[in-house]
């Protein structure tokens, strides 16, 4: 197995979390770069890998559409591997990286998962959802999103069934950049802030929780579904 390429911020100690990248950026795009960047000041130990497409890009120069899902999800497979733990191991990404994330969490049992800016749907169509294995999630999860999110307004996802597992932190006025715009009354540098406290303290608590436990080994009980209105 040809090792993935990591770029690691934060302690070598504290919980650890592993983030892709979204569809048309890279692993040191300036989001995931602030983001990493800001959850290692913060305390975590953040590993970041690119998927195969991503990989050809960097070297050809040439532009290219994502891999088909059972190749991103392999290679979401063998990063997790990599660090190995994966039941110590938050494991997230920006759109389409927390999208794979959230299809292999229950499977990877890891500690957590993170997704930042959820691809609810395609822009403009709403009907078309992308959330039918999110209705019975088992791994407890944050979703950071922007209210004005055209992946999934505060009000498209209210309408959605989500497990019971799954937390939603909204980014007031926050695009799929979790950026709000001039006009919102807040910064960017606020809501920034806003994303990595909320990541951090979510992070910090998964790890406080494996900690804390006996010993037990029974498995959850399956998640009901409920409304996407939880969160702040």
Known sequence: MTKLKLLRDGPSRGPRVLLAHGAGAGMDSAFMSEVATG????????????????????????KAPPDRAPVLL???????????????????????????????????????????GYPFHPPGKPDKTRTEHLQSLKTHALIVQGTRDP???REDVAKYELSRRIQLKWIEEGDHDLAPRRSAGHSREQAR?????????????????RRGRSGNASAPAQPKATRGRRGT
């Not at 890998?49 to 890009?57: H, T, V």
């Open 39 to 62: 959850l290692g000041e913060l305390g975590l130990a953040v590993a970041r890998f690119e998927f195969p497409y991503m990989q050809r890009r960097r070297r050809s120069g040439v």
């Open 193 to 209: 802030a806003e994303l990595l406290a909320a990541v951090a303290g979510f992070a910090q608590k998964r790890s406080r929780t």
């Open 151 to 153: 992946f999934g307004t």
């Open 74 to 116: 392999e290679c979401f497979r063998q990063a997790v591997l990599q660090l190995g733990a994966a039941d110590e191991l938050l494991i997230g990404g920006k759109s389409l990286g927390g999208r794979m994330a959230s299809m292999l969490a229950d499977e990877l049992g890891v500690l957590g998962l993170v997704c930042l």
